[in-house]
């Protein structure tokens, strides 16, 4: 799986926007460039990652002098499958087509399942996640198990 710069911006801008919620003394909405300057990237790259967002209704944006962004969604509803999902479409695609989508003869039947089965983990992980999860620093404990074996920091 390969994850983008939109899916990145979007993830940690999420984050951003939870993290200010969760503090009383913040001022909400909030504006785009200082979520930006927040997680150190470029405004207008954010402001397109936001407006998909807002379309998937993760987050929602007001106009105007006060206006700016916040979370549609409460931190701890908010997957990061959803946001991927709604940035860059389905988690494991194949030729574009979903796994269990695939035409593939009789013969390559096992190949079709390896390619469910890196779906069903990649939901495994992403699904369980949440923004409050990263928002705390805390990951759910099978997920944050995954990150334990040293031959998992390793590239490959």
Known sequence: MRITAQVDYAVRALVELARREADPAAKLPVKAQLVAEAIGVPTTSLEDVLAGLRRSSIVRSQRGADGGWRLQLPAEDIDIARVIRAIEGPLAAIQGLRPDQLDYPP?????????????????????????????DGKLPGAVDALADPAENWLPH
Do not use: G, K
Not at 115 to 128: G, K, S
């Open 107 to 135: 013969s390559d039947a096992a190949l079709q399942r390896m390619w469910i089965a890196v779906r069903a983990n990649l939901r495994d992980v992403l699904e369980h996640t949440t923004i409050a999860d990263l928002r």
